[in-house]
């Protein structure tokens, strides 16, 4: 059956085409179902406060707000001016605490350290916690996401 | 004269077919508005999820994706046809040979 | 030449701990016998196509479903409006039920008309009822869990009619009902039955009886067993295989393309203290049962009819069950009255279903 000049058999041919169709037929289907399991979760570009909540936080104290569906902390530093957190650890993704009496975060899952700046200074934790960027426009506190505009 | 006359009865005359056509098009609209607000209403009190493609680009790849599956299953079964005759011969040679033993 | 001498390593590796080269031998020695009805031997397949497009689409909606009072409806609506796709992974669901149990039907009465219960194939064809029931069982309890008005009546309709059996019918009803009435606990207990209950029961008892098919073979219909003549056969591998993957891609672009263009809509959520919504009627597999409910008396002779006509159709069902014990003599004028009973079953469920249609 084999032709003097052909690199595959008859047989081999068919095969490959088959198993070719097959394995995109079976694609197109699985591609579907990837996306049904797999669905898009974004964390949000920006989250507004209104800023009247927050205004008479005292110094040095944090206050939780929701960044998506993590935490997020809003830290009033010493000098009145704000900072925000994710506050998730850079570790394993557990919630932080404040511990405003030692000026540090803590992470209980694995006793990590960060300071009041947000810089990872004891334990396990990698990277500092995840800054947020803050504007004040009128009446609300705006949160953003860093590189959104 | 009659050209001044015959003018002012034209431009009357399309004052009046304007203002009607306008008026019946703003009826047109609240109807259509009254309508439109009763469907929703509607929907909304029987509240019943009708399933379907979200948008333009989920129904259009949903024809592609229905062409292309047929298209593949057209051209495999034409494949598994041949794929079937050559088993088929190659079982019937091997069983005659072996019948001959 | 490496590669291949490792793969065969592999291979005898495995081999010598499982010993699956017994089964691939048996399956490449396996033959099909040729003849006028060859057609119903692929029902079987077809069914266990449905079955595994049912086990791969539930385990993705379990992903998401949310099986309990609050949450039933609006993660059934959640999974049809927000989730990717959801509304084609669920019509697939819905659909794929529904031919499945259609092929269930088909390959029953295919076996039932060409008497392919015939010893020694009486467990094969127990065991098959039992398949029946499960499948039945899986669709009524997976038609309450979108827990909507029409879900909610036809289960509480549905869970009603064994408490016309006498002393354990109150029992069986309190027992799928998890109580007197049709309330939240009735949900989280169908859906234990659907996702867990059923399916471990049903993967057993499809073990026993794909084993029980392997062991003793296809059967022959009487007619051609009577001419004694040796019939054609064809190898199950791979001959058989690639005419069930024709009938396997076919019936696929079939389900697909009516899931995609006729998906199933989803009402508003129950309200347990709502009356009943009219056009109620359960899904189509149960439209003879149902009707058949409706149309008896409610007195006969002093008794509840309805207690008759239940009993009636249990009567039916271990009838069923026992067919190949009381079809003892295929061959002659007894088991020439059974066949035709199949046909008058066919016309009675299809008569009895097109009146509740159309009524």
Request: net charge positive.
């Amino acid at each position: 059956m084999k032709l003097k000049h052909s690199l595959f058999t008859r047989r081999q041919f068919l095969n490959g085409i088959l198993g070719g169709w097959f394995g995109a037929l079976a694609a197109s289907v699985l591609y579907p179902a990837l996306k049904f399991v797999f669905p898009p979760t974004r964390e949000p570009d920006q989250v507004i406060l209104p800023f009247s909540d927050c205004e008479d936080m005292k110094l040095n104290t944090v206050k939780n707000f929701p960044w998506g569906s993590k935490p997020g902390l809003l830290k009033k530093n010493d000098d009145g001016s704000y900072t925000a957190f994710v506050a998730v650890c850079t570790h394993l993704d557990c919630n932080v605490t404040y511990l405003s009496d030692q000026r540090k975060f803590f992470c209980a899952c694995h006793d990590g350290w960060y300071d009041e700046s947000g810089t990872h200074i004891g334990g396990p934790p990698p990277r500092p916690l995840r800054r947020l960027i803050l504007s004040i426009e009128g009446e609300d506190l705006i949160i953003k996401r860093e590189g959104v505009e | 004269m009659m050209r001044k006359k015959k003018l002012i009865v034209l431009c009357s005359l399309i004052i009046a077919l304007h203002s009607f056509v306008l008026l019946r098009h703003d009826f047109a609209q609240q109807v259509a508005q009254e309508e439109k607000t009763e469907m929703t209403k509607e929907h909304e009190s029987q509240d019943k999820i009708v399933s379907g493609p979200k948008d333009i680009k989920e129904s259009t790849g949903i024809y592609v994706f229905v062409s292309w599956m047929w298209l593949a299953i057209v051209v495999l079964i034409y494949f598994l046809k041949l794929k079937i005759k050559e088993v088929d011969r190659l079982f019937e040679i091997r069983y005659l040979s072996g019948k001959k033993k | 030449m490496s590669s291949k001498g490792q793969k065969m390593g592999l291979r005898s590796w495995l081999d010598d701990r499982l010993g699956v080269s017994a089964v691939f031998g048996f399956l490449r020695d396996k033959k099909i016998p040729q003849h006028r009805h060859s057609v119903w031997y692929y029902t079987g397949s077809a069914i266990l196509l449905f079955f595994a497009i049912q086990m791969i689409t539930g385990f993705m909606l379990v992903f998401y479903y949310n099986p309990t009072l609050e949450g039933a409806n609006t993660s059934v609506a959640r999974i049809m409006t927000e989730i990717p796709l959801g509304w084609i992974i669920r019509s697939v669901h819905s659909w794929s039920a529904s031919f499945m149990i259609a092929f269930v039907f088909i390959h029953l009465l295919s076996i039932w008309i060409t008497k392919a219960y015939r010893k020694p194939r009486e467990l094969t064809w127990i065991s098959g009822v039992f398949l029946l029931l499960i499948s039945l069982a899986f669709g009524f309890t997976g038609y309450l869990l979108p827990w909507d008005d029409l879900s909610l009546s036809a289960t509480k309709v549905g869970t009603d009619i064994p408490r016309s059996i006498p002393v354990v019918g109150v029992w069986v009803t309190r027992l799928l009902r998890g109580g007197d009435d049709v309330t939240g606990d009735t949900l989280t207990r169908f859906f234990g039955f659907h996702v867990s209950i059923l399916p471990l029961f049903l993967l057993t008892i499809l073990a026993v009886h794909i084993y029980l098919v392997q062991k003793q073979g296809m059967s022959v219909p009487v007619s051609d067993e009577k001419k004694g003549k040796k019939l054609k056969e064809l190898p199950f591998w791979p001959n058989f295989v690639y005419r069930e993957m024709v009938v396997w891609l076919i019936l696929t672009g079939i389900l697909f393309s009516v899931a995609i263009f006729f998906p199933p809509s989803l009402e508003k959520a129950a309200d347990l203290m709502a009356p009943a919504p009219e056009g109620l009627r359960p899904e189509w597999y149960f439209l003879f049962l149902f009707q058949m409910l409706k149309i008896f008396p409610s007195k006969i002779l002093f008794i509840n009819g309805d207690t008759i006509a239940v009993l009636l159709i249990l009567l039916g069902i271990i009838a069923f069950f026992f067919l190949p014990l009381i079809d003892s003599k295929p061959a002659e004028k007894k088991g020439k009255i059974i066949t035709a009973a199949a046909y008058l079953f066919i016309v009675f469920a299809v008569a009895m279903s097109l009146w509740s249609l159309l009524s």
